[in-house]
């Protein structure tokens, strides 16, 4: 067997071009353009600052800043500045013109009346950090000033916040590209290509058995999956400096991934009988997993029934899995259930079809 290991690397996998491109090559493509494209958008974009509360004040203050500074309200300011769409957030208590007023009030007798500011800010995001000092400044300005004429506290806080890296954040969703390119093309492709041209039923006409053959494409599989992994990993530690974690938990996510999406793959294997048709329903899973599965974009707070499928989405929870290895905060729970329940249906599949697989009579 371990010759026939070799035979399936040698001819299917680096005798073949469009198999060593999509395998080994791409996944580090895919992650230079995104990068590129992407990890310095913010260079770019305006500076955006979230607001929480109401304050007549407090917007007549932000009123007065420098163009290209956006003030937008939100409702979910600790998710909206982990994923970009603030740089800062300002979190003001409920009645906070009433209680600065009393503030004011107050300051002409012994009572102390704070006023509480909450300052969010990623300290990753060298704009942020800027930002949340300029914010930081005019408060404490404000607060002088009043200190002077009315002798009244402002106080603030901040709040270091997760920030994202887009290197290291896109990583994870690249290696499952990867991994799908092998679990989900290259094995499956491999089988039912031979299954439809005949060579699957002359291999095994000779005294090699079908399991034999089988568990052969699932170690070629498994090898490609970790050269690919590996190429993608170490091409972002040593161009982007990216410190990926060398443990159980990130490797046993990755094998997870390659085992549920050749599960997928080979459920597919035993429902379709030609190629054509294999071939169409995988492009149709690969586009689901990925954009329904939170590669590149958020899709926790999509709208339902879509949520559903998100939901559903084994990908889904295993990117998030990996995101956090990473230290990012995750999404979700259970991250292994619903793989689980996918190899294990996609086994049964497998096994009760095992004979209409492999064309044995």
């Not at 969010?120 to 000033?145: G, H, T």
């Not at 060579?199 to 095994?204: D, G, N």
Request: overall charge positive; some cysteine.
């Amino acid at each position: 067997m371990r010759h026939l290991v070799v035979s399936i690397l040698k001819n299917d996998y680096f005798r073949t071009k469009s198999v060593l491109f999509w395998n080994f090559l791409f996944p580090i493509l895919l992650y230079l353009i995104l990068v590129s494209i992407f990890g310095d958008m913010s260079s770019n974009m305006n500076l955006r600052i979230g607001l929480v509360g109401e304050s007549s004040l407090v917007e007549s203050v932000f009123s007065h800043l420098p163009s290209g500074i956006e003030i937008i309200r939100t409702q979910n300011p600790e998710r909206d500045l982990k994923y970009g769409k603030i740089d800062v957030c300002v979190i003001l208590p409920e009645n906070f013109d009433n209680l600065f007023t009393k503030a004011i009030i107050f300051s002409k007798t012994k009572i102390s009346v704070p006023v509480e500011i909450t300052i969010l800010y990623a300290p990753e995001r060298q704009e942020s950090i800027v930002l949340a000092n300029v914010v930081s400044n005019i408060l404490e300005s404000l607060d002088f000033q009043l200190r002077k004429v009315k002798e009244v506290e402002v106080e603030y806080r901040k709040k270091e916040r997760q920030a994202i890296n887009y290197s290291h954040y896109i990583l994870p969703a690249v290696l499952l590209v990867g991994v799908m390119s092998v679990g989900l093309f290259t094995v499956p492709y491999q089988l039912a290509l031979y299954r439809e041209q005949g060579i699957l039923k002359r291999i095994l006409a000779s005294p090699l058995r079908g399991h034999h053959y089988f568990f052969s494409i699932v170690v070629c599989g498994l090898f490609a999956m970790s050269i690919t992994s590996a190429s993608v990993t170490l091409f972002a530690r040593f161009v982007y400096g990216v410190e990926f974690p060398i443990n159980v938990s990130f490797l046993g996510g990755v094998l997870l991934s390659f085992l549920t999406f050749l599960s997928v793959s080979l459920l597919m294997v035993s429902l379709f009988k030609t190629f054509s048709a294999l071939r169409a329903a995988s492009q149709v899973f690969n586009q689901v997993f990925m954009f329904l599965g939170g590669f590149y974009f958020d899709v926790s707070g999509i709208p339902w029934p879509i949520k559903a499928v998100v939901l559903g989405n084994p990908a889904t929870y295993l990117v998030d899995y990996l995101r956090g290895s990473f230290g990012y905060r995750t999404i979700y729970s259970n991250h292994f259930l619903v793989p689980i329940v996918w190899i294990v249906l996609s086994l049964v599949s497998l096994f009760l079809n095992w004979r209409r697989v492999m064309m044995v009579e």
